[in-house]
């Protein structure tokens, strides 16, 4: 047993038939969960030095702040379109039940800077690849990303081309 899973709830068939939801609401809930939380992932992520630390709308959000504060970095925020005000770029992406698109504000001092992404799971891949892509395209080095949760048998990290760190993993 991993020492997340105490937090972690399956629900079968949610959202649809066939699909077992892994909640991290749990957790969330936890004081003592998300401060085990907070010192895994800088412990994870230390060696990948960054700069800034990007967070997934909206659940990558928590992370972000949290990580980057604890680390003195700063946080970006990659949102779903229209939720941005000034110059922002979009990209989007297929998801297995339909599409997305993902937005951040332009800035123009990423350049060369080291990018981690954080979001609470990653499955297929999709979103956390059009993240990634978003951030290169303004000249930054995504160094890594990471989650809470991956469903690894959906084989999403594959996807990325760098390196991907969890502090839980289901292979079903």
Do not use: H
């Not at 949102?79 to 005000?85: E, H, Q, T």
Request: glycine share 10%; proline share 4%.
């Amino acid at each position: 047993m991993n020492k997340f899973d105490q937090w972690i709830e399956g629900y079968p068939d949610f959202p649809k038939k066939g699909i077992l939801f892994r909640d991290i609401s749990p957790l969330l809930a936890s004081p003592e969960g998300m401060s085990l939380l907070k010192k895994e992932f800088v412990k994870l992520i230390l060696d990948f030095k960054p700069d800034l630390i990007a967070g997934i709308d909206a659940r990558g959000f928590l992370f972000s702040s949290l990580i980057g504060e604890a680390m003195n970095t700063g946080t970006l925020m990659l949102r779903k379109s229209g939720k941005l005000p000034g110059e922002v770029i979009e990209k989007s992406y297929d998801l297995e039940y339909g599409s997305n698109t993902l937005a951040m504000q332009k800035i123009d001092n990423l350049k060369g800077k080291n990018v981690l992404i954080i979001d609470d799971l990653l499955a297929t891949g999709g979103t956390m690849k059009c993240a990634k892509e978003l951030i290169e395209s303004q000249g930054a080095l995504v160094c890594g990303c990471a989650v809470v949760v991956e469903l690894s048998f959906l084989g999403g990290s594959e996807l990325l081309e760098c390196p991907v760190v969890s502090l839980t993993s289901y292979d079903d």
